[in-house]
Structures are given as C-alpha cells and as structure tokens.
C-alpha cells in the first residue's frame, strides 16, 4: 500500500505477503501464517473433474502402520506422540478473482479469518502485549493506510512463468549444460513481453472517502483510459521497477477491491472488468485454507539434464531416482496452512502429476524426504535440551503425517500441535512483522531524511556559485563556531520562516538561540531514535575522505580530486552516541564509530552525489575512507596524545591481555601503560610518510624492532607489525603467527556524553540522591569552608562543562572518592584544594578551578592539565569552561568475570523462533568489558562493559554501552555451554525464564571458542 518501502502492501515489507519477511512460509524463521476465505458456492469435491476419494497409502517401506500414519522401516523411532492430520476432504476453489486468467503462480491468505480469531483478541486485549501491538498496528496504518482490522483477504497471481521457464531451461548446445547458452538478454526480454503480477486485497468494508483522499496524498495520480488509477512511488535510478516491467499502479476495481499490476494489465482491467474463469487446473489444490500457494504449468515441467545422468551414482539414490521419476511429468505443486478448532496447525503440500506414475513417483520421493527429516531430528534433540523442546510439535507432527496418491495426484498431510496460545492467533503472527514493518519504514524514513538534507547542501551550493558546500558552522567575526551548519540550510529545505527566528551573531545555548532549540525540524530527526527533542544523529563528516578540510568546505577542483563523488562521505546517521543538539556546532571526529538505529540494516550515509546507502558496522570503508589528497605532512601531529587499545590479533585471533592498555606518543617516544598503577613501558617510533603504505618502526627495549604499517581512520589509529625478527607485513590486513594488527581510539578529557542540556531536559534534577556523609578516607572528610561548600556540591554528582569550541568534559566523584570521567576512565582518588578540584588521569593530573564553593550551572570555571612526574602545567592544555549540567552520578559497576571468555553462538531463538542469521556469531567478555555480535574472533573489540549478578536467581547479567543499558538478560552453564537469555532496552528487566519465548526476548547457545 502507499507508503510502504518498495511499494509493499499493509504489513508487508518489501512486499512480501501479510506477516511474512521477504515471503516466507508459515512456522518458518520469518514467516508467518495467513488464509484464504473459501469462495462461497465454489466448486466442492472436484479434482480434475474426478469425484475427490483419495485413498490413503503409507510411504514405502513400512514396517507398521499406526492409526493415522507411518513407520518407516530402519529410521529411528522417537518416543514423543503423534499428532493426527484430519483426512483429505473435498478441496475448495482457489480465489482467482482480479488475477491474471492465466495465473501460474497464485497464493492467497485469509487476513480477515486470523483478525477476527478469539487468540488474536485475546493478545490485543492483553495488558502487557494489547498496547504495544496496538501502537505498531496504528502506526503502519500511517504508512500503508490500510491495517489487517480492514483486509479480508488478498491474492496474488502471477502469469507467463512458464515462457521465462521455458527460456531458462533451454535445450544446451552440444556438451553444454542447460540455460548456460542463453544471454542474460534474452530472459529480460522474456520477462518483459509475458510476465504479469497482480496483487488483489479485498477489504472487509468499502473504502471510505477519507481513504481515497489519503491514498491520493501518498500516491501519484495517473488518469489510464479515462479511469484515475495510482502509481506507486520509483526510485530515480529504477524507473522500470527493477525487471523492466514498467511502473506499478493501484487500481480500485470496486469499493471493496483494489488490484496492484503493471500498467498492461490494469488496461485490461479496465478495459474488460474482472477477468475471472474457472480453473480446472488449480482443482487438485485446497484453496480453502488460511494460507495457500500454487504453481500449475500448461506443460509437465521438463529439467534438462547432461548425458547418461540417470545411469550415474547419484542418481541411483532414493530421492534423487524418485525425483527422476517426476521430471517431464509434474504439473503443480501446492503448499497450504490452516489453523483448526482443535488447536492444531494442518499443513498440506499437494501435487499434480500428467499421469499416475509421476504421480507414485512423487509419492515416493515424499517418503524418503520424510525418513531424512526424522533422521536428521535425532542429533538436533541429543545436542540440546532447549532444541529437543522446541522440535516436539515438529516432530509429533511429522510421527502423524500421512502420505496420499489418488490417481495423478499425490501429497503429504500433517498437523502440528502449538503451545498454548500461539495458534491461530494474528497478534503472535505479526507482531514481529509489524515490527520488522515498521522498523523498515523509519530506516526509509531516515534515508529520506539524509536525501533531503543533502538536496539542501546542493542547494546551498547552487545559491552561491563560488562555494561547494556551507561552512561546518555560523562562526562569529573573530572564527568562533556559534551555530551548527544545520541552521545554514534551513532555507535551502523550506524552513525559512525558522531561520530567520534565530539570532546569527550569538551562540547556539545563547537564551534566544536555546528556545528554538525544541522547535527542531523533523527532517533532522531520525524516526528510530529515542533521544530528547532537540537532539539529532545526523552528523557531517568533517575528517578523511571528505568534502570538508580543516574546517572548510573543498572547492570545486579539490572535491573532484577525491575521485567520484558517490565515494565520499557528506553527512552520517551517526547513532545516540554521536547525538548532539541539532543547532550545536559541535564537529564529529569519530565517522568510524556509527552505530544507527537500524539493527543490520546499518547506519546511513549520504554522499556528495546525492546518493544514500546503508553501511552495516562501524568503521567501515564506506564510511570513512582515507582522503586520497593527504600527503601525511600532519601525521607525525596526529600521533601526539593518549590513545586506548580497542582491538588487538595476532593470526585473526584476539589478544585480550592487550585490550585497554594505553598508549601515549610523546614527540617521537612511546610509553605503553600494561597496566594501571605501574610504570609504562617506554620505546621510540618512527614513520615514514613517503612509503605507501606508511611505514611504523617501533623500537623497543634491548633495541628489538617491530617494522610495520599505520593508517589513520577517522578518531582511530590502525597499526600492524611484524614480531621482532620478521619482515614488515606488506598491508594493514596482513595476519600470520608473527603479525600483530592492532586498533587504537584517542583518548580525550573531553569525554563523549551523550545528552546536551537542551530545554526539557529534568536529568540534572530528576531522581538526585542526597550526599551520603563522608567516610572517614573522604577527599572531603577533613574539608572546611568554601573548600567543604564546594565538595558537598559535587560528591556524588556527575558534571559537565563545555568549552568555547562545544566541546564537552565530564567527570563524576563517587563517595569512595573514586572518579569516572566521560570515557569511562576511572581515578583512584581525588582531592579539592581551596575552589580547585584534580584528579589522575594516565600520566596526568587535571584540574578545573571553581569561582565559588557552590558551583551552579551557567558558571565559568577553567582546566589545566599538568605532567603527573612533576606537576609543571602541559601547554596548550588550559581553557575556559562553562557548567552545562549537575547531574546524580550514575551507580558505580562492580568488575565482572562471572561469563568471561569467548564465545560462539551455536543457536539462537528470538521472541520463541529460531534465527539462523545470528549463527557463528562471537561475544566475548573480559573482567567486565563485551564485546557483541562481531564475526570472527579477530574482530573482537571490547567497546562496551558488563556486571553480573550471581546471587540472583537465576544469575543476571547487563551490558553497557557508556551509561546507557544496552541488554538485560539472565545466564546459566549447561556442561561447556552457557546460555543468556536477554532482552534489548534501557528501560527492561531480564527474562523471568529461558524460554525465550516473550517479545523482544534473545536466547543465544553458546560454546568456548579458544584463543591464545
């Protein structure tokens, strides 16, 4: 329907039918179950013009058959219960109303049957899902217009598959293989010239005006042969809808109807009315059932296969001969679902043979795939416990399955036993899928919004004819940044009437310029994000590969110098822990960190050509790629500083002894921190920056030289060096058993918070908890006067303060007389002398000069770092500082090593079903730092933290991002695996039990993975 990503029909992403990501079957990962209203006054018991009386047969070989189905001779024997298919009645019409008359390819599912069930009720009226379901269903209906409260049912047909078919599996030339002789071309144009889809959603009530009108708002009206008909949207560069098939419209048959085809087909709609016939052969399939799918051919199917195949080894098997058997013969194939009164979900796949044969053929090849798919049950069960749960229904489904022919046709029933609840039930159903619905539609939203944002710094650049693209920021006549570059465009995006509201010669947190800050536009606020008004994720990039340098826009020679404009960076959904108020001129430093909003759909970039694309994972290429124009005549700069170790391999495999060491380049000296408390490691380093790539000598005690690489990317440094001994490795990714890779982040007091104190804002107030009296080794124990003052106004408090350029430090006093700055490091103690407060931080001592006892915010106060060996100040380290917020300061974590370890998922089970794609997956974890999902185990890069709780029952456990909750879960060993079961959320609390089985609740499996 209109508004749905790729033109999908309600609860259909991508377009896939009702419930089902991407079109999958009922009880699949991903699926979903849906139905067919049987035509009233169908035909009834009709198979081909036969009387239906199918005799029933058991799949050979049997050794017994139970009441209600079979035993296979030699396979395993289970001791779970059969649950009994109901016999194979009379099939019902299948709906081919509004389809293509010669549709090849139908399904069909029956919306209306699933709403209206007493389970589906039930969920909405429950107090923990009814709310939650309602919200998502209301906001589709925002998207899509229409919700499954007013679907009946919808169809699908699609016709001339059989001519593409026909193309495919062309006769080879002479000892050639079939199809591998036909061009590409020549199935486009069969495509093209004979396949038809159509799609047909039938609604419970007629449309209603309000309807009509916000159809016309989403969709672009086309007058066709005199009928107003509607086309859905098209990307600017896929004018033909991606198989050439021309533009899709929306046609409204009758008030209750609406048929969603190409344009030469709604012609004839238009032309001829419905061009419904009966179809004899589409008879051998129950159209009857909740959910049902066909494909019935004019011809047997015929697969062309090389010379003397059948007389090969492979063909002597089973299941490959019966197939054999079915080859030149089959004409249709049906799959179906139902949902029946007793609970129970019927699954039916039928087939069409042109004779009896086939037909036993068929028959025969469903034996031998119902003896493998209990075979392969057993090792399923033996390996898991939870898993042998889960395959219960399968597998008492599959001890009672039925195997049928009569005549030409042949089939396989069987019946699976839900638990409690989950039958039948539409919520169960598409709760995910609304969910995966909506979350598709706010990442199109938020592509949508980074379009705009880029059309506007184009148009920006039109305006002006001398200038690429706007300043980074409103700067001030002395070059102070005042207001972010957000607030530059906003005539160029049609928000003039706001730009001129705002005062250009003061600051963004200015009184007047502060107010507006709540009146930010939606374009710059991304649809899946949860931060405060005000706040946006939508960053320019300012570093690397960009049209943007030392603070200035490229001009045009330089821009085009970067190569295509499609490969350069221009603005970034850079995720809630980049976010920043959206008029603060604030740079982003960090295009490598983007975390988004969109799960594996990634964060979105919009390049300098206007293009937007979805980069999964940070530090990606497409992310921040290396200015092509950096001679590295800075880079020997870029080097000086702290830096904190993210990443470390040696052969692909971690090194997490080397995870968190600090490593601080003093002009060209290096001290490497091991570990906190003792004395670094000093060495030397020197680089070349005419070698290409750049070269990294590292220089250790005793003379020991570590010859490698070094690449700056965004806020990281990347290095890999060979052990001492070895030759340099001939590329950054290079790994061996001598090559060490290694990531480092540059640490900075300025921390990384991630609220600004926009108006609304109640965390400097909200929930502040009273200061506990001192203990006796209290920094403020022995304090007297405004010395005192000032320690009972910040233990216990966390606070922020910016500087003159935005940025902002932040530093929290535990009442242990701990620290916590915004990068999580954390100082053993701290002292306040007179209005000045310090602490250590690595080879530093900081310290911010207070102008009274009672700090407030607003205050001005100053910084100053000095070296921790002698306390002289380090220069160009001291600025003037105003208080942004006073905020409670956040429990202190207690260090965790409760699940240390690596760890690989071997299953994974998401809201009761199980999720294939998270398989292989590693987490790790390391005296209370994770690391989460990555790929492989030299991918580990501990960015977040973790507590567990052992005396709970069951032991609990939460991952951190910074402060931010990130997972809630529970945890337990079973022999070598452990299993968390979690949910995602800042506002969550852990899963009661291990089932998995509530929305939004993980369970992953997981084995030791061995590292050096």
């Given at each position: 329907?209109?508004?749905?990503?790729?033109?999908?029909?309600?609860?259909?992403?991508?377009?896939?039918?009702?419930?089902?990501?991407?079109g999958?079957?009922?009880?699949?990962?991903?699926?979903?179950?849906?139905?067919?209203?049987?035509k009233k006054?169908?035909?009834?018991?009709?198979?081909?013009?036969?009387?239906?009386?199918?005799t029933?047969?058991?799949?050979?070989?049997?050794?017994k058959?139970?009441?209600?189905?079979?035993?296979?001779?030699?396979?395993?024997?289970s001791?779970?219960?059969?649950?009994?298919?109901?016999?194979?009645?009379?099939?019902?019409?299948?709906?081919?109303?509004?389809l293509?008359?010669?549709?090849?390819v139908?399904?069909?599912?029956n919306?209306g049957?699933l709403?209206?069930?007493?389970?589906?009720?039930?969920?909405?009226?429950n107090?923990?899902?009814?709310?939650e379901l309602?919200?998502?269903?209301?906001?589709?209906?925002k998207?899509?217009?229409?919700?499954?409260?007013?679907?009946?049912?919808?169809?699908?047909?699609v016709?001339?598959?059989?001519?593409?078919?026909?193309?495919?599996?062309?006769?080879?030339?002479?000892?050639?293989?079939?199809?591998?002789?036909?061009?590409?071309?020549?199935?486009?144009?069969?495509?093209?010239?004979?396949?038809?889809?159509?799609?047909?959603?039938?609604?419970r009530q007629p449309?209603?005006?309000?309807?009509?009108?916000?159809i016309?708002q989403k969709?672009?009206?086309?007058?066709?042969?005199?009928?107003?008909?509607?086309?859905?949207?098209?990307?600017?560069?896929?004018?033909?809808?991606?198989?050439?098939?021309?533009?899709?419209?929306?046609?409204?048959?009758?008030?209750?109807?609406?048929?969603?085809?190409?344009?030469?087909?709604?012609?004839?709609?238009?032309?001829?009315?419905?061009?419904?016939?009966?179809?004899?052969d589409?008879?051998?399939?129950?159209?009857?059932?909740d959910?049902?799918m066909a494909?019935?051919?004019?011809?047997?199917?015929?697969?062309?296969?090389?010379?003397?195949?059948?007389?090969?080894?492979?063909?002597?098997?089973p299941?490959?001969?019966?197939?054999?058997?079915l080859?030149?013969?089959?004409k249709?194939?049906?799959?179906?679902f139902?949902?029946?009164?007793?609970?129970?979900?019927?699954?039916?796949?039928?087939?069409?043979?042109s004779?009896?044969?086939?037909a036993?053929?068929?028959?025969v090849s469903?034996?031998?795939?119902?003896?493998?798919?209990?075979?392969?049950?057993v090792?399923?069960k033996?390996?898991?416990?939870?898993?042998?749960?889960?395959?219960?229904?399968?597998e008492?489904?599959?001890?009672?399955?039925?195997?049928?022919?009569?005549?030409?046709?042949?089939?396989f029933?069987a019946?699976?036993?839900?638990?409690?609840?989950?039958t039948?039930?539409l919520a169960?159903?598409?709760?995910?899928?609304?969910?995966?619905?909506?979350?598709?539609?706010?990442?199109?939203?938020?592509?949508n919004n980074?379009?705009?944002?880029?059309?506007?710094?184009?148009?920006?650049?039109?305006?002006?004819?001398?200038?690429?693209?706007?300043?980074?920021?409103?700067?001030?006549?002395?070059?102070?940044?005042?207001?972010?570059?957000?607030v530059?465009?906003?005539?160029?995006?049609?928000?003039?009437?706001?730009?001129?509201?705002?005062?250009?010669?003061?600051?963004?947190?200015s009184?007047?310029?502060?107010?507006?800050?709540?009146?930010?536009?939606?374009?710059y606020?991304?649809?899946?994000g949860?931060?405060?008004?005000g706040?946006t994720?939508?960053?320019?990039?300012?570093?690397?590969?960009?049209?943007?340098?030392?603070?200035k826009?490229?001009?045009?020679?330089?821009?085009?110098?970067?190569?295509?404009?499609?490969?350069v960076?221009?603005?970034?959904?850079?995720?809630?822990?980049?976010?920043?108020?959206?008029?603060?001129?604030?740079?982003?430093?960090?295009?490598?960190?983007?975390s988004?909003?969109?799960?594996?759909r990634?964060a979105?970039?919009?390049?300098?050509?206007?293009?937007?694309?979805s980069?999964?994972?940070g530090?990606?290429?497409?992310?921040a790629?290396?200015?092509?124009?950096d001679?590295?005549?800075?880079?020997?700069?870029?080097?000086?500083?702290?830096?904190?170790?993210?990443?470390?391999?040696?052969?692909?495999?971690?090194?997490?002894?080397?995870?968190?060491?600090?490593?601080?380049?003093?002009n060209n000296?290096?001290l490497?921190?091991?570990?906190?408390?003792q004395?670094?490691?000093?060495?030397?380093?020197?680089?070349n920056?005419?070698a290409?790539?750049?070269?990294?000598?590292w220089?250790?005690?005793?003379?020991?030289?570590?010859?490698?690489?070094?690449?700056?990317?965004?806020?990281?440094?990347?290095?890999?060096?060979a052990?001492?001994?070895?030759?340099?490795?001939?590329?950054?990714?290079?790994?061996?058993a001598?090559?060490?890779?290694?990531?480092?982040?540059?640490?900075?007091?300025a921390?990384?918070?991630?609220?600004?104190?926009?108006p609304?804002?109640?965390?400097?107030?909200?929930?502040?908890?009273?200061?506990?009296?001192p203990?006796?080794?209290?920094?403020?124990?022995?304090?007297v006067?405004?010395?005192?003052?000032?320690?009972?106004?910040?233990?216990?408090?966390e606070?922020v303060?910016?500087?003159?350029?935005g940025?902002?430090?932040?530093?929290?006093?535990n009442?242990?007389?701990?620290?916590?700055?915004?990068?999580g490091?954390?100082?053993?103690?701290?002292?306040?002398?007179?209005?000045?407060l310090?602490?250590?931080?690595?080879?530093?001592?900081?310290?911010?000069?207070f102008?009274?006892?009672?700090?407030?915010?607003?205050?001005?106060?100053?910084?100053?770092?000095?070296?921790?060996?002698?306390?002289?100040?380090?220069?160009?380290?001291?600025?003037q500082l105003?208080?942004?917020?006073?905020?409670?300061?956040?429990?202190?974590?207690?260090?965790?090593?409760?699940i240390d370890?690596?760890?690989?998922?071997?299953s994974a089970?998401?809201?009761?079903?199980?999720?294939?794609s998270?398989?292989g997956?590693?987490?790790?974890?390391?005296?209370?730092k994770?690391?989460?999902?990555?790929?492989?185990?030299?991918?580990?890069?501990?960015?977040?933290t973790?507590?567990?709780d052992?005396?709970a029952?069951?032991?609990?456990f939460?991952v951190?991002?910074?402060?931010r909750?990130?997972?809630?879960?529970?945890?337990?060993?079973?022999?070598k695996?452990?299993?968390?079961?979690?949910v995602?959320?800042?506002?969550?609390?852990?899963p009661?039990?291990?089932?998995a089985?509530?929305?939004?609740?993980?369970?992953?499996v997981?084995?030791?993975?061995?590292t050096?």
């Amino acid at each position: 329907m209109p508004g749905m990503p790729g033109g999908g029909m309600p609860g259909m992403p991508g377009g896939g039918m009702p419930g089902m990501a991407g079109g999958g079957m009922p009880g699949m990962p991903g699926g979903a179950e849906g139905a067919t209203d049987a035509k009233k006054g169908g035909r009834k018991g009709r198979r081909g013009g036969k009387k239906a009386d199918p005799t029933e047969k058991t799949a050979a070989p049997t050794a017994k058959t139970a009441a209600g189905g079979t035993k296979t001779a030699g396979q395993p024997q289970s001791t779970t219960g059969a649950v009994t298919p109901p016999d194979a009645g009379p099939n019902q019409e299948f709906d081919t109303h509004w389809l293509p008359a010669d549709a090849q390819v139908v399904a069909a599912v029956n919306i209306g049957k699933l709403w209206a069930s007493t389970e589906t009720q039930q969920a909405l009226g429950n107090p923990t899902l009814g709310p939650e379901l309602k919200k998502m269903l209301e906001e589709m209906k925002k998207e899509t217009i229409l919700g499954p409260d007013e679907v009946d049912k919808i169809t699908v047909g699609v016709s001339g598959v059989s001519d593409v078919m026909k193309v495919v599996f062309s006769a080879p030339k002479a000892g050639g293989r079939p199809g591998w002789s036909i061009s590409t071309k020549a199935i486009e144009k069969a495509v093209v010239e004979k396949l038809v889809p159509a799609m047909v959603v039938r609604l419970r009530q007629p449309l209603s005006q309000a309807h009509v009108a916000a159809i016309g708002q989403k969709l672009e009206k086309v007058t066709l042969d005199g009928k107003t008909v509607f086309a859905l949207p098209q990307a600017a560069n896929d004018p033909d809808g991606g198989l050439g098939l021309g533009r899709v419209l929306v046609h409204l048959a009758d008030p209750k109807t609406l048929v969603f085809s190409v344009e030469r087909f709604i012609k004839q709609l238009i032309a001829n009315g419905d061009p419904y016939t009966p179809r004899p052969d589409l008879a051998f399939v129950d159209g009857g059932q909740d959910f049902v799918m066909a494909v019935t051919l004019p011809e047997p199917l015929t697969i062309p296969l090389p010379p003397n195949f059948a007389a090969s080894p492979d063909a002597q098997q089973p299941v490959i001969k019966s197939l054999l058997g079915l080859n030149g013969k089959l004409k249709g194939l049906g799959l179906g679902f139902k949902a029946l009164e007793n609970g129970s979900t019927s699954l039916k796949l039928q087939g069409l043979s042109s004779d009896e044969a086939g037909a036993a053929s068929g028959k025969v090849s469903l034996a031998e795939a119902l003896k493998l798919g209990r075979e392969l049950l057993v090792p399923l069960k033996q390996s898991n416990t939870f898993l042998a749960e889960l395959l219960q229904p399968v597998e008492a489904g599959l001890n009672g399955s039925k195997i049928i022919q009569a005549g030409p046709e042949f089939g396989f029933l069987a019946a699976f036993k839900m638990a409690a609840g989950q039958t039948g039930s539409l919520a169960a159903v598409l709760l995910p899928a609304v969910q995966q619905a909506r979350e598709a539609a706010r990442a199109t939203q938020c592509r949508n919004n980074l379009r705009q944002i880029a059309l506007a710094l184009h148009n920006f650049s039109t305006a002006d004819p001398a200038k690429t693209f706007p300043a980074p920021s409103i700067a001030s006549s002395d070059g102070k940044p005042l207001l972010s570059w957000r607030v530059a465009i906003l005539p160029y995006i049609g928000e003039k009437v706001l730009y001129d509201q705002f005062k250009l010669d003061e600051a963004w947190d200015s009184p007047h310029n502060k107010a507006l800050i709540g009146k930010i536009p939606q374009f710059y606020v991304c649809p899946s994000g949860e931060l405060e008004t005000g706040m946006t994720v939508y960053r320019l990039v300012v570093t690397g590969k960009a049209a943007y340098k030392d603070g200035k826009p490229l001009g045009k020679a330089a821009l085009a110098s970067l190569g295509p404009a499609g490969q350069v960076p221009l603005v970034v959904e850079a995720g809630d822990d980049h976010a920043v108020a959206w008029t603060d001129p604030r740079p982003f430093q960090s295009p490598d960190e983007l975390s988004g909003h969109h799960g594996e759909r990634g964060a979105g970039v919009a390049y300098v050509d206007g293009s937007v694309r979805s980069i999964a994972g940070g530090g990606s290429e497409g992310v921040a790629p290396v200015d092509p124009n950096d001679d590295g005549s800075k880079d020997q700069a870029k080097f000086q500083g702290a830096w904190t170790v993210t990443a470390a391999s040696v052969n692909g495999n971690s090194v997490a002894s080397m995870v968190n060491q600090g490593f601080t380049f003093q002009n060209n000296r290096l001290l490497q921190q091991v570990r906190a408390g003792q004395q670094p490691l000093q060495s030397t380093f020197l680089i070349n920056i005419k070698a290409n790539p750049r070269t990294f000598d590292w220089v250790q005690a005793g003379n020991k030289k570590l010859l490698g690489l070094y690449q700056f990317r965004g806020n990281s440094l990347l290095v890999t060096v060979a052990l001492p001994g070895q030759p340099r490795p001939k590329a950054l990714n290079a790994k061996g058993a001598s090559v060490l890779q290694l990531a480092l982040k540059r640490s900075t007091a300025a921390g990384t918070a991630q609220r600004s104190n926009v108006p609304g804002n109640a965390a400097a107030t909200k929930g502040a908890r009273k200061n506990a009296v001192p203990p006796a080794n209290s920094p403020g124990a022995k304090l007297v006067g405004s010395s005192k003052e000032l320690f009972e106004t910040v233990n216990n408090r966390e606070l922020v303060a910016t500087t003159s350029q935005g940025q902002r430090i932040s530093i929290q006093l535990n009442p242990d007389g701990t620290t916590r700055d915004g990068e999580g490091n954390e100082s053993p103690t701290y002292e306040i002398k007179g209005l000045a407060l310090s602490w250590v931080t690595g080879d530093r001592i900081i310290t911010v000069n207070f102008q009274s006892g009672k700090p407030k915010i607003g205050d001005n106060c100053t910084v100053q770092h000095k070296k921790k060996s002698d306390g002289s100040p380090i220069t160009g380290t001291f600025q003037q500082l105003k208080i942004a917020e006073i905020n409670p300061a956040k429990p202190k974590r207690k260090p965790s090593s409760a699940i240390d370890g690596t760890w690989k998922i071997v299953s994974a089970t998401v809201s009761g079903k199980p999720s294939d794609s998270l398989k292989g997956r590693i987490l790790s974890f390391a005296e209370g730092k994770a690391a989460v999902n990555v790929t492989k185990p030299a991918a580990v890069e501990y960015r977040f933290t973790y507590e567990a709780d052992t005396k709970a029952k069951p032991a609990e456990f939460r991952v951190y991002n910074g402060e931010r909750l990130l997972w809630s879960g529970i945890y337990r060993y079973q022999g070598k695996l452990l299993q968390l079961c979690f949910v995602r959320g800042e506002k969550t609390e852990p899963p009661e039990n291990f089932t998995a089985r509530g929305i939004g609740h993980q369970l992953y499996v997981l084995e030791p993975v061995k590292t050096p």
